[in-house]
């Protein structure tokens, strides 16, 4: 079996010693792993693209692995939502999952399980986060405070849009003459224009 063990410290005054020791005993029990170290030092957990943790993944898609071993979900995982993606994309491409810490081996029932109930937790918590955002939107409306993103010009900078474009000036050049980005010039030309 062709196994990833993953490791990961924020800084490089620390070490993986810990983790590699842990992941090493896990290993030592099965003589038929082939493992394979991936190991991201120095680089912290809430960063979306690590090396090592993406040269694991590009190893699993191209099906080099079967197992990915970790000490513990948060060496892997910058949140809740980024390992179920992530365990979603393992049972995908069929690589079984373990976490030391937490006991979770997704090759045995109670690892799928375990999978099962992490996902149906972040579900629930997502759906109540929803709930409270749409709450708050719709108390806030009630209040009359405005939802959204402010407007980035002002109503004389769009009656000055209006009269410029009306003189044959171009998108371009009218946002380079008011200082603002053409998106915005097309977007106050569009509520402009007359229907």
């Given at each position: ?24 005993a ?26 090592a ?63 099962t ?19 708050g ?59």
């Amino acid at each position: 079996m062709r196994v990833a063990a993953y490791v990961r410290c924020s800084t490089t005054e620390q070490n993986v010693n810990l983790q590699r020791d842990a992941v090493t005993a896990l290993c030592s029990r099965h003589p038929d792993w082939t493992v394979t170290e991936y190991a991201d030092i120095g680089v912290s957990g809430t960063k979306d693209s690590r090396p090592a943790l993406n040269r694991l993944m590009a190893d699993c898609r191209r099906g080099k692995i079967d197992k990915v071993v970790v000490w513990r979900f948060d060496r892997a995982a910058r949140s809740v939502t980024h390992l179920l993606r992530m365990l979603d994309e393992f049972r995908e491409l069929c690589v079984d999952f373990v976490s030391i810490s937490e006991s979770i081996d997704t090759a045995t029932a109670t690892g799928k399980l375990m999978f099962t109930i992490i996902g149906a937790m972040a579900e629930f918590e997502r759906s109540l986060i929803v709930e409270r955002v749409r709450a708050g939107q719709k108390a806030a409306k009630a209040r009359g405070k405005h939802i959204g993103r402010k407007a980035s010009y002002s109503s004389a900078q769009a009656a000055q849009i209006a009269t410029l474009r009306e003189g044959g000036a171009s998108v371009r050049v009218i946002a380079a003459q008011m200082g603002l980005g053409r998106q915005t010039v097309q977007r106050v030309i569009g509520v402009a224009r007359p229907s």
